[in-house]
């Protein structure tokens, strides 16, 4: 049969994170120390640290479009020549 000993210990934590720590405790309606344990044995258990989790790919985008012909965006003068190009429109049509 075993026999579990509860210990008293202090600890000392960053302000933040006793407060975060805490309000979690509270939302989920148990103790500080609660949340503690369960931290503590997570932290401390067996299982290996290097889990690999299912990898999810991201959604592919079906927007059409990209750069008009004959634009390249390889170099930052091309890229400030454009929007200038859109600014000056802008300024043609009273920015309407």
Do not use: C
């Not at 640290?49 to 003068?77: C, H, I, N, W, Y």
Request: hydrophobic fraction near 35%; charge should be positive.
């Amino acid at each position: 049969m075993s026999r579990h000993v509860i210990k008293r210990t202090t600890v000392r934590l960053p302000a933040e994170l006793l407060r975060k720590a805490q309000r979690k405790a509270a939302a989920e309606g148990r103790t500080l120390t609660a949340l503690m344990e369960d931290g503590l044995r997570y932290v401390v258990s067996d299982k290996p640290q290097d889990e690999k989790r299912e990898r999810v790919m991201p959604r592919v985008s079906s927007a059409t479009g990209g750069l008009l012909p004959g634009v390249s965006f390889t170099k930052f003068s091309e890229y400030q020549e454009m929007e200038d190009l859109e600014y000056a429109e802008k300024l043609r049509r009273g920015f309407k």
